[in-house]
């Protein structure tokens, strides 16, 4: 489902989408063990260069067109072809299907590309096939394969493949390949990154803020947290901190304040990420809340209001 984003500037806090009760949903819900996607969720760097069956497809194309969110978005995915080389995602040959997020680039509306496409991701995984979180594609390969600037494309710097900064207009935040993992074709390099880094989270209470300790959380809020805590992140920064108020009502995710990724443009597409994994926590504890999203001092922050 496809909303409206609503702005309302308020101190220096801008409120990017409206509260919505979050209840147990049975189309989300129902036959997918989100559990499972999320552990055995891997970044894929070499796929085998052929398409996804037709059933697998339409089951995908109607999952997207099913999806309700707990907040309003503008979020659009679009799944696209692509030739097998490696100018679209430079370091692998692209399969023939991929996935593009769309948005536009305020910081919200980067997290919410997060949130919404780490949704489809983990579903894709859920029906057996294999994802990359990508955001340094090369642009006018994209462009090629996927037209979608519209009346930008003409601009000196269109972006979005190394863009930084908020610019006017939608823009593909980041894609993904969407296939079958080929590990025979997997650099020495990934996996050795795979064994030793990628893979290895910090425990919760590393990123507990303020006085709250995790042997003051139930066991449903750990379970959540613990599904939050294994998102994926650039180079596996892990850059999320997890605010809980003093009657465990409100959970916040956010990074901390000036955070800055040394190579990564979008630090706040990984923190919506973090919130997708928490949702789907709650969604399958049957925790009822409201989920809020902000921006505060120049980042998106995450509000889950428990009921």
Not at 43 to 70: A, H, Q, V, W, Y
Not at 158 to 177: D, F, L, S
Not at 238 to 259: C, E, N, V
Request: hydrophobic share 40%; charged share 20%.
């Amino acid at each position: 489902m496809i909303l409206t984003y609503l702005h309302m500037i308020s101190g220096n806090i801008r409120i990017c989408g409206c509260s919505y009760k979050l209840e147990r949903s049975d189309s989300m819900i129902s036959g997918i063990d989100w559990e499972s996607a999320i552990n055995i969720r891997r970044s894929t760097r070499s796929f085998e260069i052929k398409p996804i069956e037709l059933t697998k497809m339409n089951m995908i194309k109607s999952f997207i067109g099913d999806m309700k969110m707990p907040f309003e978005h503008n979020v659009k995915i679009k799944i696209f072809n692509a030739s097998p080389d490696k100018k679209l995602y430079t370091i692998f040959s692209a399969p023939p299907d991929n996935m593009a997020f769309i948005t536009d680039t305020d910081c919200c509306s980067l997290s919410a590309a997060g949130f919404v496409g780490e949704v489809a991701v983990l579903y894709a995984t859920s029906i057996g096939l294999s994802t990359c979180w990508y955001g340094h594609y090369a642009l006018a390969e994209l462009e090629n394969v996927m037209p979608h600037l519209g009346e930008y494309k003409n601009l000196q710097n269109p972006k979005w493949g190394y863009g930084k900064g908020e610019v006017e207009g939608q823009r593909a935040i980041c894609i993904t390949p969407l296939g079958y993992g080929n590990q025979n074709g997997v650099r020495l390099f990934d996996r050795m990154q795979q064994s030793l880094i990628s893979y290895k989270r910090k425990p919760i209470e590393n990123f507990l803020e303020g006085d709250m300790k995790a042997d003051d959380l139930s066991p449903e809020i750990l379970y959540a947290l613990d599904l939050a805590r294994k998102a994926p992140s650039a180079a596996n920064s892990q850059h999320w901190r997890f605010l809980i108020s003093s009657d465990r009502k409100t959970i916040s995710i956010a990074m901390p304040a000036g955070y800055k990724h040394i190579k990564w443009e979008h630090p706040d597409v990984d923190i919506g990420i973090c919130a997708s994994h928490l949702w789907l926590g709650l969604l399958m504890k049957n925790i009822n809340c409201k989920v809020s999203l902000l921006e505060e001092e120049g980042r998106a922050v995450w509000q889950f209001h428990i009921d």
